[in-house]
């Protein structure tokens, strides 16, 4: 396989009939896409192409069994218009650790990175200055072998595509702690980013919609007693002033915010515990006051205050602190992001 990518470019943009002022998510994509197909035991020539829809037969074991894992990373645009990515080789590491675990080829990290800089680079109008614009990019595997044989394909897409996406204010989010449904359990796929760890979170969420919470926190399986993330996004609790998170395992998903957000807390002297955390504890300190916050970390919106939590029927409101730890490390995150801020750690990537 040759490493150097083809390019076509679109032969007109479609830039103009964007509204950047009125994007909803995920909706308007870029004018290119990134396209490998794995064949013959091997990745084959890496290509950049218009953006358009792909043609699959509809034996394509994506559609049967589900072989599917995705990536979700940003990419931002500092005051100079250079262009930055945060941590990229983390998310390349993770779509291939997710990939091994549903049976996909690993992608080689160099057309990864030379690719989705390549992209980048082009859809570069794309990416609007300003703090909360961003590119929201999804790097995703596919299995197209036409065949409905309950085996891994011999045939992939690794596709990369690019939205424009403005800061999302989801509000302060009410939440449910799941009693009965679970994301994810031992043994099983919780940790990898596979497309039907989604779609099996989709109908007990509507559920807990209709009873007026916006997300579920997940509880382990075997014992509903302790909290693992909050929907779609690892989750923080604040207790007097300790930073409480479990620790990532084979249900919980290693989040890049997540890992960012404790290594900015423990070089900021807050006082960090990576352990499990049960039901009954956040109860308590909710009771006697000392829950100050609980909030999710994701790539979309990199925290998510809760302020509400359910359990059992009962409701437990977490008052609103003046200093949230929450604003604390979003804001030093995007200083980092924008290239607003000294990066000490390395992790923003210049296209
Ligand atoms: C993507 C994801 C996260 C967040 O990961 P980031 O790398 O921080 O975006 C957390 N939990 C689950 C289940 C996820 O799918």
Known sequence: ????????????SKIHDVDFENLSFGKVFTDHMFVCDFKNGEWQQPEITPYAPITLDPSARVFHYGQAVFEGMKAFKDDENKVWLFRPEDNLLRINKSAERLAIPAFPQDVFMEGLKALVQLDEAWVKQGLGNSLYIRPFVIATEPAIAASPAVEYKFLIICSPAQSYYSGDVRVLIAEEFSRSANG?????KAAGNYAAQFYPTNLANKEGFQQIIWTDADTHQYLEEAGTMNVFFRIND????APTSERILDGITRKSILKIAEDSGISVEVRPVKVSELIEASKDGSLKEIFGSGTAAIVSPISAFSYKGEVFEIPHQEERFSAIFKEKLLNIQYNKSEDPYGWRVSI
């Not at 099983?188 to 990898?192: E, L, M, N, R, S």
């Not at 300790?242 to 998170?245: A, E, F, P, S, V």
């Open 242 to 245: 300790t930073l409480i998170t």
């Open 1 to 12: 396989m040759t490493n150097t990518i083809e390019i076509t470019k679109a032969q007109t």
């Open 188 to 192: 099983g796929v919780g940790y990898a």
